[in-house]
């Protein structure tokens, strides 16, 4: 059975700009979570979908969206880039409460 | 606020040595406490959880002790091997809700 599977690996963009991160879950997983992983912040949560709706979102800024689609991949939405915002971002697909974890998406922003 | 707060920051342990990892949480609805292990450049793995109705869970060479009244969960890696070497992240969470609470992490180092 194939993992969570997020792309792209890395991404650099510029101060301002706007990224969009992908995520395809664990066949059969309808949960997908969002985290952001820094070296002083830590993991913290972004927000969780379930069945295309948004059903949990954690203390981020509204610059910070996602979505999910009808096959429960999802992507996460970041607007005007600051710097603060190089992380890797994970991405956890759930089911009966277990969350599993991708590789994540190293984003640098210069 | 900190909702898990996990100690210590970094651990040296000798080859088959017992390495043991503590957590502390605020929440008392938390009921789903799981233990992640993560390589350099990798996500997070699911080692192995624990849920309050009982009081330890013990998988190979790992093991999950939980103090429901004190309102901690450490983990303990009996024979700690090289291959250990990672960071070790405790979390908690409600049931239903997909939103897991992480500890600061534990850098371990196992020395052959």
């Known amino acids: 059975k194939a993992g969570v599977t997020q792309t792209p690996r890395y991404l650099i963009k510029t101060r301002g700009q706007q990224v969009t991160l992908s995520c395809s879950p664990i066949?059969?997983?309808?949960?997908v979570s969002w985290y952001q992983q820094t070296p002083g912040q830590g993991l913290q949560f972004l927000f969780e979908?379930?069945?295309?709706?948004?059903?949990n979102k954690g203390n981020f800024p509204g610059r910070f969206s996602g979505r999910q689609f009808s096959n429960s991949r999802s992507e996460m939405n970041v607007s005007t880039l600051e710097l603060g915002d190089s992380a890797l971002y994970l991405c956890?697909?759930?089911?009966?409460?277990?969350?599993?974890f991708g590789q994540g998406t190293r984003l640098t922003v210069v | 606020q900190q909702q898990v707060k996990q100690s210590p920051q970094s651990l040296i342990v000798q080859k088959g040595g017992i390495s043991i990892i503590n957590c502390a949480y605020e929440?008392?609805?938390?009921?789903?406490f799981p233990w992640y292990q993560q390589f350099p450049g990798k996500g997070p793995a699911l080692l192995i959880a624990?849920?309050?109705?009982?009081s330890e869970k013990k998988e190979g060479r790992f093991t999950i002790s939980f103090n429901k009244s004190a309102k901690q969960f450490s983990l303990h890696i009996m024979d700690s091997q090289p291959g250990d070497s990672a960071t070790y992240f405790c979390?908690?969470?409600?049931?239903?809700?997909?939103?897991?609470?992480f500890g600061t992490g534990t850098r371990l180092t196992v020395i052959p």
């Open positions: 956890a697909s759930s089911y009966r409460g277990e969350a599993f």
């Open positions: 066949s059969g997983h309808r949960s």
């Open positions: 979908y379930f069945s295309e709706t948004q059903r």
């Open positions: 929440n008392t609805a938390f009921d789903y």
């Open positions: 624990i849920r309050p109705d009982v």
């Open positions: 979390a908690a969470s409600k049931t239903g809700a997909n939103n897991l609470f």
